[in-house]
C-alpha cells in the first residue's frame, strides 16, 4: 500500500482554493500510485482560524467546500482531511475519511489545547469516540494533534483495531519543538504497538509558522520517515510490513531551523496578504542587516526596499556598512537625510522645551520621523513596512513607540539579540552578505552622540538570560538570581520587562520561534501593580 502525505500550505478561510489545490495533490497522490491521501489538521479551512470558527456562516460554507473536495478526489483514492465540523448545534475540529464521493468516516477531536498559542477550548467540543476505518483490508485509526500528546485516545484507537495510527497536526514551530515530537508519538507507539505517522502542516500564519517535518515510526518508536521541514510536500511512503516507510530527511540544527522559520514566516505573510512588495529602515547596524536578508531570502530583491535615514548622529561607518550590504544583496536602496526634519521639529518645539536638556524625547523625535516617512513609502507604494527590533529590545522597551516600532510585522521580534549575532553569522555561511564590521561592532541606536546600547542596559549575554528565564519560563526573579545572575542586573531588568507591557501590546506581530514570545501566547495585563517576588 502507498500513503500519500500532503504536507500542505493552506491559507486560512481560502475555501475554494485550499480545496483546488488538495484536489490537485490528490490527483497527483493518486497518479503515483497511492491508494491513501492523509491531510494535516484543519487542512481545509487553514489552522487556527482563530474566531472565524464562532462564525455560523463558517460552517455552512466549509460544509459545501468539503463535499466539493469529495467530488473531485479520485475514484480509487481515501482521503483524510481535517475541517471544522458544525453538527447537533456544537463545533467540532474534526478529520473527514472521503471516498467515492461520500463520507465513509468521522472523527471529533478530543483533546482541545487551551494553553500557550492554542484556545481551542474557546470555539471547539471535545469529541469522545474513536475513528478506526477499513482500508485495503487493513484497519487505520485518526487522531488529531493534541490528542498524540496523552496516551488515552491512542490506546482507544488501538482498543478499536487500529493496525496504524495517522495523526493529522497543525503544530506550530519553536526551536527544539521537533525533539519534543519524536519521543511523545515514540511513547504512544510503544504504548500501543502500533506504527504511527505524524503529518505537519507546513506555513506561516500571522505570528505562527508550522513546519512541516512530517515523520512516520514503527511500533517501537523507530523513525521510518522523515519530511523536510519548511518545504511544502506531497511525500509517499510504502506500507508493505510493519510500518511505514519513506526517506529519511535530517532535521536542521538549531540556527539554520529559526532562519528558515523566520524566511517563511515573512513569505507567507506578505504573500498571503497580498503585499507586492517590503520595505525597512536600514542603519548600518547588525538587526536591520539581518532582517534585510530574511526579506530577500523570503522575496527576492527585487521586491524589497532599504531606506538608510542618516542624522547629525550617524556614523560614517554606518552609511558605508549599509550601502555596502545593499549593493551585497541587490535590493532597491536610497538614502533619506533626516537632520533637516528633526532641526524642524526642534524648531517648532524650541519654545516648549526651552532650556530643558537633550534626553531621550529628542533621541525618539529621531525615530518617530524614520517611522513617518518608511510609512510614507508604504502607503504611496504598498510596501509593507518590516519592523527590525529585537526581542532583547520589546522586551526592555528599548525601541521607540510610533518609530522603529512603526510597522506591519516584525521580523525579529521574537529574537534575541545573542540569537541576532548567531543567525547573522549563520547567514554569511550562505553567502558573505553582512559585512563583517556589522556584526563584530558594539551596538548603538545612534540617536545621540557616543551612544552604546550597553549604556543602559546589561550586557546582552546576561540580559538574553534573564528575559529567557522571566518571560518564556516564568521564573521569579529570586530564582533568576540562583542561577547566579547578579541581582542588581535581574531587579533593573524584570523591572523593565513589567512596565513596557503597553508598548508591546501595540507592537507590530513577529514571527515566533521560542516557546513564549510576545504575542498570543503572553498576554499581561498593561495595567497592574503585581512585583514578582524577589
Known amino acids: 500500500m502507498k500513503i500519500a502525505l500532503a504536507q500542505f500550505n493552506p491559507v486560512v478561510g481560502d475555501l475554494g482554493g485550499n480545496v483546488g489545490r488538495l484536489a490537485l495533490m490528490a490527483q497527483q497522490a493518486s497518479a503515483a500510485g497511492a491508494s491513501l491521501m492523509l491531510t494535516p489538521e484543519l ?40 475541517y471544522p465540523e458544525a453538527a447537533d448545534d456544537r463545533r467540532y475540529n474534526s478529520a473527514a475519511v472521503l471516498r467515492g464521493g461520500q463520507i465513509v468516516a468521522n472523527y471529533h477531536k478530543q483533546k482541545l489545547p487551551n494553553y500557550g498559542v492554542f484556545d481551542e477550548k474557546r470555539t471547539f467540543v471535545a469529541g469522545s469516540a474513536p475513528c478506526v476505518f477499513e482500508h485495503e483490508g ?103 510490513d510493519a510500518a511505514p516507510r519513506g526517506e529519511i530527511m535530517a532535521y536542521p540544527d538549531e540556527i539554520p531551523a529559526i532562519y528558515q522559520a523566520l524566511v517563511l514566516g515573512v513569505r507567507d505573510y506578505i504573500g498571503k496578504n497580498g503585499f507586492p512588495s517590503a520595505i525597512l529602515g536600514l542603519s548600518g547596524g547588525i538587526d536591520s542587516a539581518l532582517a534585510l536578508c530574511v526579506a530577500v531570502d523570503a522575496l527576492g530583491a527585487d521586491r524589497v526596499y532599504a531606506v538608510m535615514m542618516p542624522s547629525q548622529f550617524s556614523a560614517d561607518i554606518s552609511l558605508e556598512d549599509a550601502e555596502s550590504l545593499a549593493t551585497n544583496l541587490g535590493v532597491h536602496y536610497r538614502v533619506l537625510p533626516i537632520k533637516h526634519l528633526n532641526d524642524t521639529f526642534l524648531d517648532a518645539l524650541a519654545e516648549d522645551f526651552d532650556d530643558l536638556p537633550f534626553d531621550t524625547t529628542e533621541e525618539n523625535i529621531q525615530a518617530r520621523i524614520r517611522g513617518v516617512l518608511l510609512m510614507a513609502l508604504s502607503n504611496k507604494f504598498g510596501h509593507l513596512v518590516l519592523t527590525t527590533g529585537n526581542k ?23 529574537v534575541s539579540k545573542t540569537r541576532v549575532w548567531a543567525l547573522s553569522r549563520y547567514r554569511n555561511t550562505l553567502s558573505a552578505v553582512i559585512p563583517e564590521r556589522i556584526i563584530v561592532r558594539p551596538p548603538t541606536a545612534e540617536l545621540r552622540f557616543d551612544q552604546c546600547d550597553q549604556d543602559s542596559l546589561p550586557p546582552y549575554e546576561i540580559l538574553d538570560q534573564i528575559i529567557a528565564a522571566y518571560v518564556e519560563q516564568d521564573r521569579a526573579p529570586a530564582e533568576i538570581v540562583a542561577l547566579g545572575i547578579d541581582a542588581a542586573m535581574v531587579e533593573h531588568t524584570v523591572r523593565l520587562i513589567d512596565r513596557n507591557e503597553y508598548k508591546r501590546r501595540q507592537a507590530a506581530p513577529g514571527i515566533r520561534i521560542t516557546p513564549r514570545g510576545f504575542g498570543r501566547d503572553r498576554r499581561y495585563p498593561v495595567t497592574h501593580r503585581y512585583k514578582a517576588p524577589f
Request: hydrophobic share 45%; with cysteine; aromatic share 8%.
Open 138 to 240: 487493513r484497519r487505520v485509526g485518526v487522531l488529531v494533534c493534541e490528542d498524540a500528546w496523552s496516551p488515552a485516545a491512542a490506546a482507544q484507537a488501538q482498543a478499536a483495531g487500529a493496525e496504524l495510527l495517522l495523526v493529522l497536526n497543525a503544530s506550530p514551530f519553536h526551536s527544539g519543538k521537533q525533539n519534543e515530537r519524536h519521543p511523545t508519538l515514540a511513547s504512544r507507539c510503544r504504548e500501543t504497538g502500533l506504527p504511527a505517522i505524524y503529518l505537519n502542516m507546513l506555513g506561516g500564519q500571522d505570528d505562527l509558522v508550522m513546519d512541516g517535518a512530517s515523520f512516520a515510526m514503527d511500533a517501537a518508536g523507530n523513525l521510518t520517515f522523515q519530511a523536510p521541514a519548511f518545504v511544502e510536500q506531497l511525500a509517499l511512503l510504502d506500507w508493505a
Open 392 to 414: 532583547s529590545e520589546m522586551a526592555t522597551g528599548y525601541a521607540t513607540l510610533y518609530g522603529d516600532m512603526a510597522g506591519g510585522l516584525g521580523v525579529l521580534k521574537d
Open 43 to 82: 487542512a481545509l479551512c487553514g489552522y487556527p482560524p482563530e474566531d472565524l470558527a464562532l462564525r455560523p456562516d463558517f460552517y455552512q460554507l466549509n460544509a459545501a467546500a468539503l463535499n466539493d473536495l469529495a467530488q473531485r478526489i479520485p475514484p480509487q483514492l481515501t482521503l483524510v482531511v481535517g
